[in-house]
């Protein structure tokens, strides 16, 4: 055991410096909350969270989105898909789908401030519980 740790360590040691070598300092570290950072030119980004809720439901999210054509404008889409449990019903699918378009107005010194308006398209089933059954919009300011 001791031999395989130490060549796991050598293997480490060894492609270490080939990772460091493509380190850029990371620029949104927007865990918790929106973020205020369009993606970088050429970067795709791809977001996935999942919420337990209540009564054993959940919801689960995939992101992704583009520099179009570059930094300062992006556009994304967000897909649902929940999970709702209790009070007699069991029920999954897809929820409303949101398409969404980010400005970046300001990025620099370290201050970033960039407003999204996204479309919400019914694209859940009403009737379970998925969806509105009506195009929405929401906008932010971050």
Request: proline share 4%; hydrophobic share 35%.
């Amino acid at each position: 055991m001791k031999k395989l740790s130490f060549v796991a360590a050598m293997v480490m040691l060894s492609v270490a410096p080939a990772f460091s070598a493509e380190y850029r300092e990371i620029q949104d570290n927007s865990f918790l909350i929106e973020e205020a950072y369009n993606q970088e030119d050429g970067v795709i980004q791809h977001i996935f969270t999942y919420q337990h809720m209540k009564g054993d439901s959940s919801l689960f999210t995939f992101t992704q989105e583009w520099p179009v054509p570059k930094q300062d404008h992006q556009l994304s889409y967000t897909i649902p898909v929940e999970r709702i449990r209790g009070g007699g019903q069991d029920d999954t699918g897809f929820g409303d789908v949101a398409i969404n378009y980010r400005y970046q107005a300001v990025l620099k010194e370290g201050i970033a401030f960039a407003p999204r308006f996204s479309l919400i398209l019914p694209t859940g089933d009403e009737k379970k519980g998925l969806g509105t059954g009506t195009v929405g919009y929401q906008s932010t300011f971050h």
